[in-house]
């Protein structure tokens, strides 16, 4: 089973909980709540780290370092929340926005990330959202 891991605010528990939660319904285990060597550890063998950006998060140099160093390790993929910018150094890369999301499956940007994801994990896509 792929591995995700998602680096987020202490702060961001909650979503990065709902985030996680919908990613395991691709058959993804979503690993969360790690800090210092464990994260570092979770993100080495992870196929996909999540850096989940907020107006906390984006202003912590230990986050921003921790997906930093994530780079060689794992394919990263950056979303956001509260039209949150990612910090400066990741700001030519790509960011879906998750401002709005409920956890609705049909959401756009929440299809997006699922899709990036699922593809980089090499794992089967999300089916599409029941109408």
């Known amino acids: 089973m792929a591995t995700v891991v998602v680096v987020h605010a202490a702060e961001d528990t909650l979503p ?34 999540i850096a989940l950006w907020s107006p906390r998060s984006n202003t912590q140099p230990a986050l921003v370092d921790e997906v930093a160093a994530a780079r060689g390790k794992s394919a990263v993929v950056h979303a956001s929340m509260q039209s949150a910018p990612a910090p400066e150094q990741f700001r030519s890369e790509p960011v879906v926005n998750l401002t709005g999301w409920r956890g609705e499956d049909d959401f756009p940007a929440w299809r997006e990330l699922a899709q990036l994801v699922t593809s980089k994990a090499g794992v089967a896509p999300l089916p599409p959202p029941t109408q």
């Open 16 to 49: 990065a909980r709902a985030l996680a939660e919908k990613l395991r319904q691709a058959q993804l285990s979503v690993m969360i709540e790690k800090q210092g060597e464990e994260l570092r550890e979770a993100v080495r063998s992870a196929a996909v780290t």
